[in-house]
């Protein structure tokens, strides 16, 4: 009796526990009332750094942030939250949706890197979900394969999620100097998908601080491999600051056509001036890119039967 009064958090019977990371933990859930699942992001105090002490307010503001702008969020390719509270033991939750699938850094460290079609049919995705964000005045900050999730959604397959808005910023907000290391020397995004003006922490961080992590995201998974490595953090937001991003196609086997090489690198520019000034903007190079056959739904069917069957 005292294991289930631990595990119940408000409506929600918590089941299983599916990861942890920065932020807290995710656990599979189900409502005690509602057949509908769900997942479970919480921090406890322990978590926080003192169990006595509880929750900072600097992580409750967080986490509590993260839950409004993903709640104000429509967009089908941004993860959809149901509920949000704090418990009785001090555990401060919100209640989204389960998905049944892979994030994308999964996706390619099991897979390999995927062919062309196949990262312009996911990355057409994350740019619905920041087209919409973007209008709303928001910058994500964090946009990277571990925040990008793939799934069977209903009846369609390889649908995309974008995850965690929990360092998501209003543009205004953002345009406010923030040095890349916090107090509590906590880097605000990841330095492999991290911006030049965002590990300089410049006061011109805007959506196009996303688009170029879009980049990134688009590098890891046409290559298998981020587009500056390192042995320490510093030295990788160096490179992001200072080289010159190779183009994906010299780091792959598998054929990158020239306007998709083209358009990663636009998003890699060190200037945000000379990258793609919209998601839209971007949706429409990758539209523009030629490609021998496209990711129709029935080859992603086809993959997901193969390698991620669905369960009875």
């Not at 429509?74 to 209640?95: E, K, L, M, N, Q």
């Not at 998501?168 to 916090?182: H, N, R, W, Y």
């Not at 080289?243 to 196609?249: E, L």
């Amino acid at each position: 009796r005292e294991v289930a009064a631990a595990r119940a958090l408000g409506s929600y019977q918590l089941e299983e526990k599916l990861g942890e990371g920065g932020m807290g933990e995710v656990w599979r859930a189900t409502h005690r009332l509602l057949a509908r699942p769900a997942a479970i992001k919480l921090i406890r105090p322990a978590l926080a750094g003192s169990a006595v002490a509880g929750v900072s307010d600097e992580t409750r503001q967080r986490f509590e942030r993260e839950a409004n702008v993903i709640a104000s969020l429509r967009s089908p390719h941004t993860v959809d939250i149901f509920d949000f509270g704090v418990s009785s033991d001090g555990a401060f939750y919100y209640a989204m949706e389960l998905l049944d699938g892979l994030d994308a850094d999964v996706l390619v460290r099991r897979f390999g890197p995927l062919p062309a079609e196949r990262a312009i049919h996911l990355l057409r995705q994350v740019c619905h979900s920041l087209i919409e964000a973007e209008a709303r005045g928001l910058v994500h900050r964090d946009i990277k394969p571990s925040n990008i999730f793939v799934c069977r959604y209903g009846e369609d397959h390889d649908f995309v999620k974008v995850l965690d808005f929990g360092i998501v910023k209003t543009s205004q907000d953002a345009a406010a100097p923030e040095p890349a290391l916090t107090r509590e020397s906590v880097i605000r995004g990841t330095p492999g998908f991290m911006a030049p003006e965002q590990a300089l922490g410049g006061d011109r961080l805007d959506s196009r601080a996303d688009i170029y992590a879009v980049g990134c995201v688009a590098f890891w998974l046409l290559t298998g491999k981020l587009v500056f490595t390192a042995d320490t953090a510093a030295s990788v937001m160096m490179q992001h600051i200072q080289a010159t991003a190779p183009a994906p196609s010299t780091r792959t086997e598998l054929p990158v056509p020239a306007a998709l090489d083209r358009a990663v690198l636009a998003c890699l520019a060190k200037s945000p001036d000379d990258r793609p000034q919209s998601a839209r903007e971007l949706l429409r190079l990758l539209d523009e890119v030629d490609v021998n056959a496209e990711w129709s739904e029935d080859r992603s069917r086809e993959w997901w039967e193969k390698h991620r069957p669905a369960r009875a």
